[in-house]
């Protein structure tokens, strides 16, 4: 168990609530521990992305917020779009990108938190993003190349 010591379990749910569990071993038995829980959204998470030292939460009701992991607090929110936000990923640590229901994908620089690239290809909602870097829309597909410069 002692690989598992330094990997947190973070989900959202359709209550509204970001919860986090560690695992406690120091017992005979393993537990899991909770490290984070707050009533983050007034609608239900629909999507959670996290970085070593970030966790952004996107929820229904069109927020999103930005959570420290270090010393557990709430460190801000986005108001970059205007719609839904249905999926985000971090990209090396330095860029955070979402994908709307509008269409659009950002590309939001962490520590400021600006967005830097806004890409408006498509034509519908993106509704995913897979591990190959590819945006899909119920319709389309978007390729994108993390090469791109900023």
């Not at 989900?11 to 569990?21: M, N, R």
């Not at 590819?134 to 993390?146: A, G, H, R, S, V």
């Amino acid at each position: 168990m002692e690989v598992l010591k330094n990997y947190e379990i973070l989900l959202g749910t359709y209550e509204a609530f970001v919860l986090g569990y560690k695992l406690n071993d120091e017992d005979s038995k393993p537990k899991l521990q909770t490290s984070i829980a707050d009533h983050a959204h007034a609608a239900s998470i629909r999507c959670l992305a996290a970085s070593d030292k970030f966790m952004i939460t996107a929820g229904g009701d069109e927020i999103v917020k930005i959570f420290n992991l270090r010393n557990r607090t709430e460190h801000g929110s986005l108001t970059h779009s205007e719609a839904m936000i249905n999926a985000m990923k971090f990209y090396d640590k330095k860029y955070l990108i979402t994908c709307a229901e509008d269409g659009k994908v950002c590309i939001i620089r962490t520590g400021t938190w600006k967005v830097e690239k806004t890409l408006l290809k498509h034509t519908q909602g993106v509704i995913g993003k897979n591990s190959r870097s590819l945006f899909f829309t119920q319709f389309e597909i978007f390729i994108f190349c993390p090469k791109i410069q900023l």
